[in-house]
């Protein structure tokens, strides 16, 4: 992995060649309270964005709190999701997880890893999700593109998205932590592409080991 300082620069570029975040950022899911953003980063699992935003809209037009969920029938809650796939098991985790809301925090979702984390169907990224898109914390959410680019520069060194995000958590600046999430998806969408990345125009190639190693081979 780069070393602290190299860490430090590619922030320091990224933060000068990517807007970051701005007065109109919804986060990923554009839900307007926590419990709707986590229903609906549970119903993004293996789902493209149209579809989530589709069985999102559907559901939320049905309930939009734990109580009202549950007082639903589950072939409503299934049907109403049908376009993002895996219905019936994502059906069952919205249950359990309204449930769980209403005995465990009397249906406030609660604004810490460790709480949102503690209710079933909520991982790493989703409870990430929330705290920065919801609640304001500073945390970076890691999705596919994020997770991507921190392994090739060499910020992490990390198979899964979930030890990504704990070695950046570890790694990240703390002036960086506010707007890291939004400087690495834009710069994976934009410049470190998951086909074809733009290498030789990109802004911190000189301290990307997934460049460097390229270069020595061809």
């Known amino acids: ?9 590619v922030y320091r570029i990224l ?3 990517m807007p970051g975040r701005t007065p109109d950022a919804k986060g990923p899911k554009g839900q307007p309270d926590a419990f709707r953003s986590c229903i609906s980063c549970m119903l993004s699992a ?9 069985a999102s809209k559907a559901l939320f037009a049905l309930a939009t709190t734990p109580k009202a969920m549950l007082e639903l029938d589950d072939r409503d809650i299934a049907a109403a999701i049908k376009p993002c796939g895996l219905y019936n098991n994502k059906t069952r985790s919205i249950r359990r997880f309204c449930e769980a809301l209403l005995a465990e925090h009397g249906g406030v979702v609660p604004d810490s890893r460790e709480g949102l984390m503690s209710l079933p169907g909520i ?18 959410a890691v999705d596919t593109h994020v997770h991507r680019v921190c392994n090739r520069i060499g910020l992490t060194d990390a198979k899964t998205a979930d ?9 990240t600046p703390e002036w960086a932590l506010r707007d890291g999430h939004f ?14 990345p733009k290498c030789p125009a990109c802004p911190v190639n000189a301290y ?11």
Do not use: H, P
Request: net charge neutral; proline share 0%.
């Open 1 to 9: 992995m780069l070393d602290d300082e190299a860490v430090e620069s």
């Open 15 to 17: 933060s000068q060649e």
């Open 208 to 218: 990307c080991e997934f460049y460097a190693a390229t270069r020595a081979t061809s």
């Open 46 to 54: 293996q789902s493209l964005d149209r579809n989530t935003a589709k």
């Open 163 to 171: 030890r990504t995000a704990q070695q950046l958590e570890e790694r």
């Open 123 to 140: 991982g790493r990224k989703c409870a990430d999700i929330v705290m920065s898109f919801t609640f304001g914390k500073d945390v970076i």
């Open 183 to 196: 400087w690495l998806i834009q710069f994976g969408k934009r410049v470190c592409t998951a086909r074809a």
